[in-house]
C-alpha cells in the first residue's frame, strides 16, 4: 500500500467517523433522545478516533497515530460492553430506541471493533511508512474538507452538551437541555 | 460540564493535530485518553445486575 493510498483511506475513515457523529446528532435531534453519560463517552471516543487520521494526513502515516486511534477503540468498546451488560437481564428494554434492532451502544460496539480490525489491518503494510523522509504529502480538497468536517462536528457537540449539562454534572437519564430550561424558567 | 470540557479539548487537539507541532498534539491526546478513562471509572458506578 503505497503512503498516498493510505491517506486516501484515511479521510474516508474521518468521513465515516462524521457520519457516526451526524447520525448520533440526528438521532438527538429528530427522536428527541438527548445521550446519556455512557452515551456522551462514547460520542467523545468516536471523535478521539479522528485524531490518528488527522495526523496520518498531516505529518504522513505513522505506526503511532494508528495506535492512538487503536487505544481510543479499546476504550470505547469496554464503555460500550458496560452499556451493553447494564441492561442485558432478559426483559430489560435497553437505553433509547433501537435501531434495525440493536440499541446504539450495541452499534457502537460494532463501530469500534470494525474500527480495531480495520487499524489492525492497517497497520499490515509497511510500504506506506517508507519513505518517511519526505515531505509530508500535501493534503488535497478530499482529505482537507474531511478534516474541518470532524473538527465541525466534535464543536457542535461541545455546544449541545453544554445545553444539555450546563456547568453542572449530566443527568444520568436526561430528558431536558438544562440550559434551555433554565432560560425559559 | 466534564463531557463539554472533553469535547472542547478534542476540538482543540485537533486543530493543534491539523495546524501545530505534532510532540504538542501526541501529549496533549494522552492526556485526553486519560481524562477520559477517568470519566469512564466516575460514572462506571451502577451495580452490573448479571447473573452469571
Known amino acids: 500500500m503505497t503512503r498516498r493510498l493510505a491517506i486516501t483511506l484515511n479521510a474516508l475513515s474521518l468521513y465515516a467517523l462524521a457520519g457516526v457523529l451526524a447520525a448520533a446528532f440526528a438521532a438527538q435531534l429528530w427522536l428527541h433522545e438527548l445521550p446519556c453519560p455512557l452515551c456522551l463517552l462514547q460520542r467523545v471516543q468516536f471523535a478521539m478516533l479522528a485524531i490518528g487520521p488527522i495526523l496520518n494526513i498531516r505529518f504522513g502515516p505513522r505506526p503511532s497515530h494508528y495506535a492512538m486511534s487503536l487505544l481510543s477503540a479499546g476504550l470505547g468498546a469496554v464503555v460500550s460492553i458496560r452499556q451493553i451488560l447494564l441492561h442485558i437481564l432478559p426483559g430489560d428494554p435497553g437505553y433509547g430506541s433501537a435501531l434495525a434492532g440493536y440499541h446504539y451502544y450495541t452499534w457502537a460496539l460494532i463501530g469500534f471493533t470494525a474500527a480495531i480490525l480495520l487499524l489492525a489491518s492497517m497497520l499490515l503494510f509497511d510500504r506506506q511508512f517508507e519513505d518517511r523522509a519526505n515531505s509530508p504529502i500535501a493534503a488535497g480538497p478530499f482529505a482537507g474538507l474531511a478534516v474541518r468536517l470532524v473538527i465541525a462536528l466534535t464543536a457542535a457537540n461541545v455546544a449541545s452538551t453544554y445545553l444539555e449539562c450546563g456547568l453542572a454534572a449530566c443527568a444520568d437519564n436526561p430528558v431536558v437541555y438544562e440550559m434551555l430550561q433554565r432560560g425559559a424558567r | ?52
Open chain 2, 1 to 52: 460540564m466534564e463531557f463539554t470540557a472533553l469535547f472542547l479539548a478534542i476540538a482543540v487537539v485537533m486543530l493543534i493535530a491539523w495546524h501545530g507541532p505534532r510532540p504538542l498534539a501526541l501529549t496533549l491526546f494522552g492526556v485526553l485518553l486519560l481524562a477520559s478513562a477517568a470519566t469512564y471509572l466516575h460514572h462506571a458506578t451502577d451495580v452490573l445486575k448479571l447473573s452469571f
